[in-house]
Nanobody, 118 residues
Framework: QVQLVESGGGSVQAGGSLRLSCTAS?????MGWFRQAPGKEREGVAV??????TTFYVDSVKGRFTISASQNTVYLQMNNLKPEDTAVYYC????????????????WGQGTQVTVSS
């Protein structure tokens, strides 16, 4: 079992920044951030594999979001936030694969709300 504890999130105006943190109870092969906006499916935002050796981003956040890891904690630095970034953000951990497929991730955090106003 892996427990994930998230922190961060909140409300910010467009163009602002927020940082999300997620600490896992033990090392996992891959950690990632997903988000789900009202009425939409959950989508992968960024994943990090092998303690930072490889990262992947969804096109809509490239150049604005940065995923990083230290020990068993993964961070998502979100800059130049846009209203369309508004969603509940979930931290997730995977043991064997690393992609944007929800099914690859066995463990999920409780979710944290990010709201960006225009």
């Amino acid at each position: 079992q892996v427990q994930l504890v998230e922190s961060g999130g909140g409300s910010v105006q467009a163009g602002g920044s927020l940082r999300l943190s997620c600490t896992a109870s033990r090392y996992t092969y891959c950690m990632g951030w997903f988000r789900q906006a009202p009425g939409k499916e959950r989508e992968g935002v960024a994943v990090i594999k092998g303690r930072g050796a490889t990262t992947f981003y969804v096109d809509s956040v490239k150049g604005r979001f940065t995923i990083s890891a230290s020990q068993n904690t993964v961070y998502l630095q979100m800059n130049n936030l846009k209203p369309e970034d508004t969603a509940v953000y979930y931290c997730a951990a995977a043991l064997y694969a690393c992609s944007f497929r929800n099914a690859d991730f066995s463990y999920w955090g409780q979710g944290t709300q990010v709201t960006v106003s225009s």
